[in-house]
């Protein structure tokens, strides 16, 4: 059976090939935010305290759903009630029992945020995390990232070529760094885009608003490529 012959992975005199790599940066507006709720109860005996802590966390649930499509998501995380035991006397003794509950809830009206955090550190023994303010994960930002590092690509390589007096003729490889796997010409590197941003929360003692200033993000595309290209005029 024949096989037709693979090309080969290097250039040659008649077919030169270059590598490029293309990278994209943009500064874009969040689309959501999350913000930890913990709900916290402490009782004498523990159905006392567990009786605090299922008020409370009804509540904070109550409000947060009462905000309608604002919120995208809302779920319970970690559940705790912990027997505190005296520091003095004798044997197990049980001084009192802590519970918390923390909620997490993800929002994309930010109007509503501010209210919606400023209403839940009113609560009883309740605080506010947050917020995080973050791109979605099919967010059209990252694809235009990407688009943009394969332009960027494009045209390094058309640069490089034009200053040889040559053309660009075919694409050979494009691949997002860090995919290429071992014995890459090019160090891996987490590879397509990515997002990362960051902001503290706010607080106040006056039961008004929090005026809520969202963080940008930055999103990073990086894509590695190559072309082959005519002779050069050297």
């Known amino acids: 059976m024949t096989t037709s012959p693979q090309p080969a992975p290097y250039g040659t005199p008649e077919v030169p090939r270059v590598a490029v790599r293309g990278e994209a940066r943009l500064e874009v507006d969040p689309e959501i935010a999350r913000i930890g709720i913990s709900v916290s109860a402490r009782g004498t005996d523990r159905r006392s305290a567990l009786d605090d802590l299922t008020r409370r966390n009804a509540a904070v649930l109550d409000l947060v759903k009462s905000y309608g499509e604002a919120v995208e998501k809302l779920s319970t995380g970690a559940f705790v009630i912990t027997p505190q035991l005296t520091h003095k006397g004798r044997g197990e003794r049980i001084r009192a029992h802590h519970g918390r509950v923390r909620v997490g809830a993800t929002l994309s009206d930010f109007t509503a945020l501010g209210e919606l955090v400023t209403r839940l550190g009113d609560l009883e023994l309740t605080s506010v995390d947050g917020p995080w303010w973050a791109l ?27 200053a ?12 997002d760094e860090g995919a290429e796997g071992p014995g890459a010409s090019m160090p891996p590197a987490p590879g397509g885009a990515r997002t990362r941003g960051y902001a503290g929360g706010a607080g106040g003692d006056e039961p008004q608003a929090l005026d809520l200033e969202p963080q940008r993000q930055t999103v990073y595309a990086r894509v590695n490529a190559r072309f082959t290209m005519s002779p050069p005029q050297l």
């Not at 930002?141 to 390094?156: G, K, L, N, P, T």
């Not at 040889?164 to 075919?170: C, I």
């Open 136 to 162: 979605r994960p099919d967010s059209p930002a990252h694809r235009d990232a990407r688009q943009q590092a394969v332009r960027e690509a494009v045209q390094r390589a058309r640069e490089y070529a034009g």
């Open 164 to 175: 040889l007096g040559a053309d660009l003729t075919a694409l050979v490889e494009l691949a």
